[in-house]
């Protein structure tokens, strides 16, 4: 071993100290890399679902990192004395001059320890809306929903978003506290059609295709939203009525799964268009133009007759 220590520093200018350090350097991401693949390993085979095979992933890479940093810094470093004073003295310029990596960083810590969101969720954060299918260091990646897709489906592209988003723009998220939606459907009906009676088709229509809910499941619904303070009386669908201009509007307001909003809403359509055009006393409203000429006969034309000699006295 001496010889060839001698050999290395002789031919390749690398002191024994740094000779040292590199050996130790190996030897320790070897360490880390061997320890990172049994964790995925078992974790591979104690869990089945891919999403929190992802987490697992993540997590252990993130880990890993760390712990290689701390280690090479303490290898060639001279312990964490020396390497509080190197921070110390390019702490001010590295902040000037990544400003925005270190926000996103700070950012992912944000992401990492508060959670507003996480892998799967549905969000809406400035002028982006789509599923979160990837949290990293600097920035979090979305499958795009809505733009010049209706009913918020996927539009095949994927956006990355910096991390330090999180601080300076809103975030809604879809899936936090209640795993449902509310949506609603609205339809209008003419003054002249029996309202009652499409009222009660439409309420039927709510009851076939809103989301069911069993008893266990309701009441594990409704405790965890009441841990976000979120309060529902009921999850059956309600038909509320409200006059419009051109007609009755008659909206139906019902629970749906978060990915079938679109589905749903076609079900509901298809059947009110099928059972409001097979009944003769209820019609769709639409916007119309009524004229209404007062005293049918002699009055009309006596006014046709007035139009007639003013427009010879204008001549």
Same mark, same amino acid.
Request: proline share 3%; net charge neutral.
């Given at each position: 071993m001496r010889k060839i220590e001698y050999w290395i520093e002789e031919n390749l200018n690398l002191s024994a100290a740094i000779q040292e350090n590199i050996v130790k350097s190996l030897v320790a991401l070897l360490v880390l890399w061997i320890v990172s693949r049994v964790l995925l390993r078992l974790a591979s085979r104690q869990q089945t679902d891919s999403r929190k095979l992802y987490q697992w992933r993540k997590t252990t890479n993130y880990v890993v990192t760390g712990l290689g940093i701390i280690?090479?810094?303490?290898?060639?470093?001279?312990?964490?004395?020396?390497?509080?004073? @190197?921070?110390?003295?390019?702490?001010?310029?590295?902040?000037? %001059?990544?400003?925005?990596?270190?926000?996103?960083?700070?950012? =992912?810590?944000?992401? *990492?320890?508060?959670?507003?969101?996480?892998?799967?969720?549905?969000?809406?954060?400035?002028?982006?809306?789509?599923?979160?299918?990837?949290?990293?260091?600097?920035?979090?990646?979305?499958?795009?929903?809505?733009?010049?897709?209706?009913?918020?489906?996927?539009?095949?592209? %994927?956006?990355?978003?910096?991390?330090?988003?999180? @601080?300076?723009?809103?975030?809604?998220?879809?899936?936090?506290?209640?795993?449902?939606? =509310?949506?609603?459907? /609205? %339809?209008?009906?003419?003054?002249?059609?029996? =309202?009652?009676?499409?009222?009660? *088709?439409? /309420?039927?229509?709510?009851?076939?295709?809103?989301?069911?809910?069993?008893?266990?499941?309701?009441?594990? %619904?409704?405790?965890?939203?009441?841990?976000?303070?979120? @309060?529902? $009386?009921?999850?059956?669908? $309600?038909?509320?009525t409200k006059v419009r201009e051109n007609g009755i509007q008659l909206t139906l307001r019902y629970l749906c799964n978060l990915n079938g909003r679109r589905e749903s809403e076609n079900k509901i359509w298809e059947d009110v268009l099928s059972e409001f055009l097979a009944t003769s006393d209820i019609r769709f409203a639409y916007p119309t133009t009524r004229f209404y000429s007062a005293a049918e006969g002699q009055e009309s034309e006596t006014e046709l007759q007035r139009i007639v000699s003013s427009r010879k006295s204008l001549e």
């Open positions: 280690f090479l810094a303490n290898i060639w470093f001279d312990g964490f004395r020396s390497i509080t004073t @190197f921070l110390g003295i390019f702490s001010v310029g590295l902040v000037v %001059v990544l400003r925005d990596p270190i926000l996103n960083m700070m950012g =992912w810590v944000f992401l *990492i320890w508060k959670r507003p969101f996480k892998v799967g969720d549905r969000i809406k954060i400035g002028l982006y809306t789509g599923d979160v299918i990837d949290i990293g260091f600097f920035q979090f990646t979305i499958n795009e929903l809505g733009e010049w897709v209706d009913s918020e489906q996927a539009t095949g592209r %994927v956006v990355h978003i910096p991390n330090s988003q999180v @601080f300076t723009q809103g975030q809604i998220n879809y899936n936090y506290g209640f795993p449902f939606l =509310w949506h609603e459907v /609205q %339809v209008r009906v003419t003054f002249e059609s029996n =309202w009652q009676k499409a009222k009660t *088709i439409l /309420q039927e229509i709510g009851g076939r295709h809103t989301e069911k809910l069993t008893g266990e499941v309701e009441q594990r %619904v409704r405790i965890e939203a009441q841990q976000h303070l979120i @309060f529902y $009386r009921s999850f059956e669908p $309600r038909v509320f």
